[in-house]
């Protein structure tokens, strides 16, 4: 099934491009309305279901556009790893499970206005930096073996180094929580 998916979306037809279109936009709005919902609720836990959502369909997303690799990374990384460890930080730092309604301020509708004040200045900076460049058509999208061909034989350092940096911060995360 993933490979039917990730296959070159310059051999599909115009039916298998609907299709694909359409699974995109499935994808896209399962993860706009999972973000909305995980940033509109009270609940800490259900914020984390939600973010979980989010980090499944930004994976969905990636097999679709042919990225395998980036699709079983999030699976792995995000959904598997820091799930866990947020949820862990969650009961660590001994948050209430249920809803709080000291979460909600009268000053959320000022955090919109500067979120989408921000939306607005991303979108024009990205229009006017990519405005009249175009993707090369003869780009081949890469596999999972080129990819970690790269990563385990070019970028061994860095990736070594992020895995200890990324410890150190698990670690201390443990601490701060801890400390009583």
Do not use: C
Not at 77 to 95: D, E, H, K, P, S
Not at 120 to 128: K, P, R
Request: proline residues 2%.
């Amino acid at each position: 099934m993933i490979q039917l998916l990730a296959q070159d979306t310059t051999a599909l037809t115009s039916t298998g491009e609907w299709i694909v279109n359409g699974f995109f936009y499935v994808m896209a709005a399962v993860a706009i309305l999972s973000a909305l919902k995980m940033v509109s609720t009270a609940n800490v836990v259900h914020a984390a279901l939600y973010l979980l959502v989010v980090l499944a369909a930004v994976a969905g997303t990636y097999v679709i556009l042919g990225a395998e690799f980036a699709a079983v990374t999030q699976i792995l990384v995000y959904l598997g790893a820091i799930m866990v460890l947020l949820l862990f930080g969650v009961m660590l730092t001994r948050a209430k499970l249920g809803t709080e309604e000291d979460l909600d301020h009268e000053q959320r509708w000022i955090g919109a206005l500067v979120a989408a004040g921000m939306l607005a200045v991303m979108s024009y900076s990205i229009w006017e930096a990519f405005d009249t460049q175009k993707l090369p058509a003869e780009q081949v999208p890469q596999n999972t073996q080129q990819v970690s061909d790269e990563i385990f034989s070019t970028y061994i350092v860095p990736f070594e180094a992020l895995s200890v940096l990324l410890l150190a911060a698990l670690i201390g995360a443990v601490v701060v929580a801890r400390r009583d």
